[in-house]
């Protein structure tokens, strides 16, 4: 149907009214103010790469955050291991406009061509998920061969070839872990990676398998396991004389075990502090704990007041990557008690910085330490304790598991990473 001058004036008017509502109903969008109707009706002119076979579109609200979390790592690691190995492909990051880290964003459009979708993070979803348009590449200034999305944190609408990264599923199969999460984006994002993707990446077996058992589907034709890597400044061993002064730790000399995480009931730290409890008058260990306070505290609290743990548990909140390294670099051992994980990065983190491990034999944990960790029941307490003990007494244990631990952590790469996932682009484009 040809659409009459008239007709094609009045869309073209309403939906610049449309676009004005949505500027004044959410402040994340003045940013597009000026330019908006040039974005939303007409596009920017393409951009077009010198020797360039294959343009991804590289979608991660994550990009725009802070490296330090999980999928924020992910999402920059895999990038810069993309551009460094596979010059011919252009990675295009992209994400949907947030007012929050403003100046951090505008830092990444400099230094990445990070490319901004206008809507932010509130529309964004909502238009993907009822409507499925426009598509993601719709508002990008250069050519799109693939789209890549590096989480399932939204449905996206594209009619590119279509890959989609799945790190866990856990508010869908575990919503007891998970506080604050909006499970129907992940159900629908889900449903469409099943539906529309040419491939779905997970970054573990035990994630794959998950996705399997809960949607009930063999999907082995389109699912490929492609691990996450190591940043090699974990293996660069650092000073940490002064760390205790500079971090409020123990008395320089005093031996901590360390664990990270966001607190919360998946973290399983009120059980990890119960454990210490148990052999507290054996070993003289502090236990530190790195990570941002999430849900369900008073349990840690209450385990917190033991009289047997007293004075000997320190919560650092976030450090910097430097902080951390010198903090894996220091540990006596690294405890990862989680009850729930889709992948496990800081357990290999913790390896190459050379301390020895203990973590959950559930999930891909397993999986990840192989044979260089100590693995434990996360829901037994007195198993735990015993493994703290073992570790905390035992130097030949420790540097046994040091040295395994150090080989494991050298096989997972962001280079290896990088090449599975550019054929993975290869194949679907």
């Known amino acids: 149907m040809i659409m009459s001058p008239i007709d094609w004036k009045k869309k073209t008017i309403d939906g610049w009214l449309i676009f004005q509502r949505l500027i004044r109903s959410d402040s994340s969008l003045g940013h597009f103010a000026e330019n908006g109707v040039v974005l939303f009706l007409f596009r920017i002119k393409t951009k077009n790469y010198e020797g360039v076979s294959l343009h991804i579109a590289y979608f991660s609200n994550q990009f725009a955050d802070r490296e330090g979390h999980g999928l924020a790592r992910y999402s920059h690691q895999l990038y810069a291991s993309l551009c460094k190995t596979r010059p011919e492909i252009k990675v295009i990051p992209v994400a949907a406009w947030s007012s929050r880290n403003a100046d951090e964003v505008s830092q990444l459009r400099e230094s990445y061509e990070l490319q901004l979708l206008p809507w932010g993070r509130r529309w964004t979803p909502l238009a993907w998920a009822f409507l499925d348009r426009p598509p993601v590449e719709y508002w990008l200034r250069s050519p799109v061969d693939v789209v890549h999305a590096v989480s399932l944190g939204y449905p996206i609408s594209t009619r590119k070839p279509y890959v989609v990264t799945v790190h866990d599923i856990g508010p869908l199969s575990h919503p007891e872990f998970f506080s604050n999460t909006r499970p129907w984006i992940?159900?629908?994002?889900?449903?469409?990676?099943?539906?529309?993707?040419?491939?779905?990446?997970?970054?573990?077996?035990?994630t794959a398998e998950e996705v399997e058992s809960y949607t009930g589907l063999n999907l082995s034709d389109r699912i490929q396991v492609i691990h996450e890597g190591v940043t090699p400044f974990f293996?660069?061993?650092?000073?940490?004389?002064?760390?205790?002064?500079?971090?409020?730790?123990?008395?320089?000399?005093?031996?901590?075990?360390?664990?990270?995480?966001?607190?919360?009931?998946?973290?399983?730290?009120?059980?990890?502090?119960?454990?210490?409890?148990?052999?507290?008058?054996?070993?003289?260990?502090?236990?530190?704990?790195?990570?941002g306070s999430g849900w369900d505290m008073d349990a840690v609290y209450r385990e917190t007041n033991n009289p047997a743990v007293a004075g000997r548990v320190h919560q650092m909140g976030y450090v910097t990557d430097d902080q951390l390294r010198a903090l894996y670099n220091s540990a006596s051992l690294y405890i990862h008690p989680s009850l729930y994980e889709g992948f496990g990065l800081t357990v290999l983190e913790a390896m190459a910085a050379g301390c020895p491990v203990i973590t959950s034999n559930v999930y891909s944990l397993p999986e990840v330490a192989g044979d260089a960790a100590l693995l434990i029941d996360p829901y037994n307490a007195d198993e735990m304790a015993e493994a703290l003990?073992?570790?905390?007494?035992?130097?030949?244990?420790?540097?046994?598991?040091?040295?395994?631990?150090?080989?494991?952590?050298?096989?997972?790469?962001?280079?290896?990473?990088?090449?599975?996932?550019?054929?993975?682009?290869?194949r679907v484009a």
Not at 197 to 202: E, Q
Not at 259 to 281: C, M
Request: charged residues 25%; hydrophobic residues 40%; positive net charge.
């Open 235 to 291: 293996f660069e061993k650092t000073q940490t004389g002064c760390l205790a002064t500079l971090m409020g730790l123990p008395a320089p000399g005093t031996p901590f075990i360390l664990a990270t995480g966001k607190i919360s009931p998946r973290k399983n730290i009120a059980r990890l502090i119960q454990a210490l409890s148990k052999v507290a008058e054996i070993i003289p260990h502090h236990l530190v704990l790195v990570g």
């Open 186 to 206: 992940m159900k629908k994002s889900l449903k469409q990676a099943i539906d529309k993707a040419d491939a779905i990446i997970c970054v573990s077996r035990s």
């Open 389 to 426: 003990k073992a570790l905390c007494t035992n130097e030949s244990m420790a540097e046994e598991l040091r040295r395994r631990g150090l080989e494991r952590a050298g096989t997972f790469t962001w280079g290896k990473c990088a090449e599975q996932v550019a054929e993975v682009y290869r």
